[in-house]
């Protein structure tokens, strides 16, 4: 088992990383207050991994009761998010209980916010069971739900007790899941970590082929980043915003094509092909660079361009994503390989032209 | 006009209390990032202040949009809180955005949930317009909204950048919402006051005519009474909680009559008489003591006896309170008039007794 500390003051936590945690309850209950908790997870998970969860629990003396969430990220609203509030206070869970999201991004995000305003606050674990949220989304206290007018737009700063990365769970997981993940972990290398992304270039196969070394040096040296810029920048006034790389245009493709219909994964590797070329327009990126990222994404099985979507409504939708500031976007790029910045200074021409160079 | 400070380190911020203070426009410039601020209020407040409001602010360049919500506690809800997130998603408002909160402590309480949930938290004013709110719930940063199972259950602790209290406002409320305002007033000094409990026992009929400065006054020292509490215990791990004196029974009283049908401030006085009831049956008070508080209440005009309301019923509503800690309720008791204290050890048997004692 890895472990890496999220440094945040009096609410620092730990990464666990590893292989069998869910069998062994004794890593949950030195952070739980009471030795009452409740299991959030959805109807896929839920079957795979909580009798697993509770009987863990159970032989520390936890008893655990469950909020099984319908599955998918068209459920990350608020009607399913109050479901769990209906179980916490018809099971009367008090502001002592201990909340644990069992699942994916989708299930973190919905179990943190819940968690986070569940009498103004629980305290809460995160059990990520995809690649992408033992690499991303358990990390950090980021937690929201989807509003039909924009993504994530509902939600709260949130620190979890602790995180358990479980690769065992990942052996479930089906394969467009799995490399959707590793689109956030190509990011880290691309807007930090030069020799990361050098690794993943040496190591992709392995990770394709799911080898649990490979996977527990990427989950790891991916947490690592992500600790340390949330440690630097919590709620995402400057460095923070760096790991938005793709996002931007990203977030427009999952909102114009339908959540779902594209796996935030997905839209991020083919967003970031649009900020790739945003940059080279600027002259940061050469031809070769652009190349270098795009064939990264290609073997890792990810979409390099965009889907059918018009210039104008990418624009439209990019305008009401959070990163707006006084009317101008605020784009995460790509000053050479390995190091990213914000520029808000892209005139809608260039941005435009980025679009439609990585457009079908 | 009077300031007074709230302090909490780079979250510190002034409470403004003073006449006229709605029509200066430059009270709240210097609070905003931007040029930009929606207003939040409700269709009993909007009508008499939305405009004086408006027009202050568009004299110091500031364009204010606003969020009419259906006025009253009932529509403290979800759906409620969610037009306030449409209209925000639909005029494109910004993390850097500030929300105003102008009405009582509904419209506050919602207004503040709303901001501390948008994009995960836009800057946010409070204006309060009743006197329940001056007092007591614009100041310390509690937001919530109600859910079917029980009140303010899901909320955030989230502070505003500004508190203005105008006292003008308070010469359109109705007598019975001044009246319930006292309540909150009174438990001041009934907790931790007792030269402010000596000076409303002096003055209290110049409140109840609503004299300028016995206003000024008394929302003046609630107000510091609430900073000095809030400031040491933000998020209610101790001291805090001493606030909540009549609170636990009142929010029975609340709930089992339904919401809206007692109001907030004469459910706590009711509450405070049986709370203070328990207090004598421990030892602490004694008969003239509980007779001293009776006698405040019924001169403000407030309830100083439950509703039809049976034992049980509030055992079990009181169960589903937020001060429950390991299954045992948490009561706030007077251990002698001017100081409260947290009491766990209450039996249900004194509970009862003191709830009976206090019933129609
Ligand atoms: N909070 C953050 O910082 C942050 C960062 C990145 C992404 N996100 C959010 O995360 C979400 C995406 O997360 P995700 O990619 O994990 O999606 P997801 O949670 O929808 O999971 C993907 C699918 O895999 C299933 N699944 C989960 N674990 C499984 C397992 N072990 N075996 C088999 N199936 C399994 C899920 O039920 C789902 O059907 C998005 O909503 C995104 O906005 C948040
Ligand atoms: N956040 C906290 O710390 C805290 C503390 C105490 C109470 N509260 C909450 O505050 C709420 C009660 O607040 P309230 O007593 O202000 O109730 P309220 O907001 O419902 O206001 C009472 C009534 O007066 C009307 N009104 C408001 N200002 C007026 C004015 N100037 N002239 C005429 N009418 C006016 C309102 O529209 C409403 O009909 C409850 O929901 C309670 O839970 C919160
Ligand atoms: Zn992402
Ligand atoms: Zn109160």
Known sequence: MRTLEVALGAR???????????????????????????????????????QRMQSALASVGVEAGATVLPDGEAHKDWPTLNLIFDDLLRARCERSTTLIALGGGVVGDMGGFA?????????????????????????GGKTAINHPLGKNMIGAFYQPRLVLADIDTLDTLPDRELRAGLAEIIKYGLIRDL??????????????????????????RSCANKAEVVAADETERGERALLNLGHTFGHAIEAGMGYGAWLHGEAVAAGTMMAAELSRQLGWLSHQDVERVESLFVRAGLPIRGPELSGERYLDLMASDKKVE???????????????VIHAEAGQQAILAAIRQRSP
């Open 115 to 139: 968690a986070a305003c569940y009498q103004r606050g629980m305290p809460f674990i995160q059990v990520p069971t995809t690649l992408l949220s033992q690499v991303d989304s358990s990390v």
């Open 12 to 50: 620092s936590y730990p990464i666990r990383i590893g292989r069998g945690l869910l069998h062994d309850g004794s890593l949950v209950r030195p952070f739980l207050k009471t030795s009452r908790a409740v299991i959030v997870t959805n109807d896929v998970v839920g079957p795979l991994y909580l």
């Open 326 to 340: 006084g009317g101008q976007l605020r784009l995460v790029l790509l000053q050479k390989v390995g190091k990213a």
């Open 195 to 220: 020799p990361f992304l050098e690794w993943l270039e040496a190591n992709l196969e392995r990770l394709l082929a799911r080898e649990t070394e490979a996977l527990a040096e990427a989950i790891e």
